[in-house]
């Protein structure tokens, strides 16, 4: 085990990631200030996401599960990043100062005693230290449990606290610095979206389509497509989640295309629906529904109301259009993840704040076996929602043009 300290390699108030330091520590101080609240002496944070919120340390090495990161914040001064040196150079450049490291993987110890003598080290003022550690819906550990349970053992009497709450009512509340980076990453999705009748046409394959809406992404500015999706189908499609195969796309089909992009380190998350050719009467009219309901929470959504309040606006107005709604959640947070909590199902009582990224995504059945998906990116205002992608039409475009 070896334990060093970097200093920054930035100046102090610029991020690598194009955030200010200020908003980093504003970050912390919001998150210090939930964890006073819930008497945590530490919060422990195992996530790219949450590493990335707070220190800026943005990488796609986290693909690789070989090697478990963590980042301590104390109930008050700075965080301690505890990480494996392969690291050390990235975090360096970023704000945080003290930076703990150990040459990983180490079969038998990975980190585990170097993250225990830090917990130990920032609660040693509480004789019952309270490790705040996220354990609720949409959290992972991000370590192996065999070593969560060593952990636990070797920082006794400090015991683990769900600090799910704490973690999430920070970062549900976006910042306009973050806005503004998921509204340009909705902006990638707009112009790629604007691309697709160039390649997807009647005799088009799916598979192609989609790897030709990926190029699309990436030639309009985004870092990485982490989620492509999508489907096609006569009049509709089966489901959203199904990768594409080789089937050509057919007169009276439509096709769907859903992108979670990345841009500095946020998504956009939203579809678009195509005609291929000509357009079913029962698909226009599930269109115009889907449309219509979009508009009502347009119009209807303002902070106060509860997650489970959407989707009932959705479901009324789709019913009163003669439509189906469809199953499942109909819209969900937006951030620094493809989904973020809330989710707006029947049961989700969250309480929907100014500042907070959704997205608004009613669906109906149209038959059995197919339906129609339609899906915005929005900010949450005090004075209601404002887009962040560009509204679909209200009628479905028509793809019409040769194969290529």
Known sequence: MTQTAKGRATSPDAASTGFAQSEYRARVAALQARMAQSGMDVLLLTTAADFYYVAGFLTRF?????????????????????IPA??????????????????APFPGDDGVSLLAETLRELSATSPAPRIGLPMGLETQLRMPIGDYLR???MIAPAHCVDATDVVQRVREIKSEAEIAKIRAACGVADRAFARVGEYACPGARLGEVFRRFQMSLLEEGADWVSYTAGGA??????DVISPADDRRLAPGDVLMLDTGAVLDGYFCDFDRNYAI???AKDTAAAQAALMAATDHVLGHLRPGHLA?????MFAERLRAQGAVPGGGRLGHGLGLTLTEWPSFTPHDKTELRAGMVLTLEPGVEIAPGRCLVHEENIVLRESGPELLSSRAPRDLPILSGGAT
């Open 233 to 238: 189908g006569p009049g509709g499609y089966g």
């Open 86 to 103: 392969i690291g050390a150079e990235l975090m360096g450049r970023g704000w945080i100062e003290d930076i703990r490291t150990w040459d």
């Open 277 to 279: 050719s000509h357009v």
């Open 62 to 82: 986290w693909e690789s599960p070989a090697r478990p990161w963590f980042l301590c914040v104390p109930a008050s001064g700075d965080p301690v990043a505890v």
């Open 151 to 153: 952990l636990t053992a």
């Open 308 to 312: 489970c309040d959407v989707h009932r």
